[in-house]
């Protein structure tokens, strides 16, 4: 199994000065110590306008800082917004491959499109296109980073013959993947040869019926790419301690205020009859498991907080269920000391992640003979 | 924390209807609904829904339009104004106000499910190139919106947010302030989509001249039945939701 750290950068109001620096401090500090215990990935989203929930909307550029303050964490956009009117498709292959260069070739590029009328209705997206545009961008993508020069004509987006510059230094070109929380959407992965960025906290059936799913259709796809990411994997909260009533106690809160935001947002679906959007994203998942707001995670199965024999027999339950990995919360907010929070990463990596990994593979911890 | 309402409900306890809980279920059949979304400026906007809500980033406004060729109550049309909002975490919108055409049915809304409706004269009308909606009051139109260009779609693409109607409800414990949930269901039978316009719309007519519309969200327009069943949840004006919500029967049982 794989893990990794997923950061919103949600900032709490009231709103000082020091608010947005702090939180971006604050991921930074767990990103090292994420790099230090052996953790495999940290995930940035893109997220605009989106107040409180995620201050994110340079995700680079937080990526960027992520790579120069570590050495071998991956570092992963989960996920950039493949909307002509956040950007164009020239633009992420370009900053993409100048991170994957800056990183010495630890960049994953995950990719989607926006559920939200907050951000898509800001940028005078048209939610009915987005999944086409998607489409268009995960296709020029990796050829702009492979061949020397590209053009294109297309639906969404054309160019006449250029080099796109500069080139990812990962051959043939960093991982590609894609945001899965509409029903289908694996199909969509794995047709494309794209991994499945899970961001949806489902139950264990419909989570086993979907990578099957994926993995029958993945065997006979055509990737979009030079190469096919088959990967798995799925989110969760992780708040690990010795004492499991304080850490289960800790995760509810970040998996509450976090379903609490997110059911905040105005979705794409709510005020727009769109058949672009067949579900609401994260957020109608989120409203099923809970009745209110203290009562986030109690329907949530498998949530991964406790002492380390109650994340262990998490991880295994999603193990058993076909995914390769879990990306984490780790707060959100701001509702958990930042001291708790690398406490719970130490402990998970010392107690947990042993059980999932090849000791071979394991990082020597800093200050080890 | 997500911004919360903080409307002063003592001004509008006023004209807000009275409301006796009751068992009594309105069906409505062959209903056409015309909703036209817009933000409006979020400036004040807290100040705009109750405490127990939270409106949405970014504030839409509802103007939702029924009417009904027939019913219990003769003939009527009925627009609402509302504002999208949260309850806890579900999605709801809050009734600023509403017009009716015809009394007894405003009389029966108000009555029984807080909708707090003063009189007008509406005018909803189908072309195959659009659908049109004036309001007229005191000689007045307050309202005039649009649907451009429909296109077909399915039933299934519509949402209307259940409504949260501000009253004072009487039970066996007195009067008490209360935000009555609102859950219409549909049976859809033919849906259409298309562009929204907005051509004259008088915030202070329908109650609060903060309302202003700023950018077009969407619209649409149905051929459905309607089914108001009997209120099954009141809440709290004045404190968050997730606190504030009581189920009807224990209202009930409690006073």
Known sequence: ?369 | MPLAGSLDIGSLLEGAPNVTLDDREVRIDDVEILQVLYEVRATDIEGMVPPALNPTIPPVVSFLAYRAADSEFGPFSLVQTRLTARAAVRPRAFLVSARCDNPAAAEALAGSFGFRIEPGEIRLQKFHDRVDCRVTADRRTILEVALVDPEPITGHDIQYAPGMHLARVHDDDGTRPRLVQVDSEYEFRRADRGRPELRTFDASAWGDARLVPTEAVSASFTACDVTIPPVRYICNPDIPAAEGTQNVGDAQSHA
């Open chain 1, 1 to 369: 199994m794989e893990f990794g750290v997923f950061m919103e950068l949600s900032v709490p109001r009231p709103w000082t000065a020091e608010s947005e620096r702090q939180v971006y401090a604050n991921a930074l500090e767990q990103v090292r110590l994420a790099d230090e215990l052996g953790f495999d990935y940290v995930w940035a989203v893109e997220h605009h306008f989106l107040e409180e929930y995620s201050h994110c909307s340079a995700p680079d550029l937080f990526l960027t800082a992520c790579a120069m303050q570590t050495k071998r964490i991956r570092v992963g956009h989960g996920v950039v917004a493949c909307v002509p009117q956040y950007q164009s498709p020239i633009r992420i292959a370009e900053r993409a491959a100048a991170l994957d260069i800056l990183s010495g070739g630890r960049l994953e590029l995950g990719t989607g499109r926006s559920a939200t009328w907050t951000e898509l209705g800001g940028f005078r997206a048209n939610p009915d296109e987005t999944k086409k545009t998607w489409d268009e961008f995960v296709r020029v993508i990796p050829k702009m980073w492979t061949q020397e020069r590209f053009s294109w004509q297309g639906r969404a987006f054309s160019m006449p013959e250029r080099a796109v510059l500069p080139k990812p230094i990962q051959k043939p070109h960093p991982p590609m993947w894609v945001a899965v929380t509409s029903p289908g959407t694996e199909f969509d992965a794995a047709d494309r040869g794209l991994g499945c960025l899970g961001l949806t906290p489902g139950g264990f059936q419909e989570s086993e019926r979907k990578i099957k799913g994926y993995r029958a259709r993945v065997e006979s796809c055509e990737p979009v790419g030079e190469f096919v990411n088959n990967k798995v994997s799925t989110i969760n909260f992780l708040s690990c301690a010795e004492d499991g009533d304080r850490a289960r106690k800790a995760g509810l809160r970040v998996a509450s205020i976090f379903s609490y935001m997110a059911s905040q947002l105005l979705s794409a679906k709510e005020v727009l009859p769109t058949r672009s959007y067949p579900s609401e994203g994260l957020l109608p998942a989120l409203r099923r498991e809970k009745g209110g707001p203290g009562d986030a995670a109690q329907g949530f199965k498998g949530v991964t907080m406790g002492t380390p024999d109650d994340v262990a027999a998490a991880i295994r339950q999603w193990e058993a269920v076909g995914y390769d990995g879990i990306n984490f919360f780790v707060n959100f907010m701001e509702v958990l000391p930042q001291q708790y929070i690398l406490d719970s990463m130490r402990l998970f990596a010392r107690e947990v992640m042993p059980q999932f990994k090849d000791p071979a593979q394991q990082p020597v911890p800093v200050g080890a003979d």
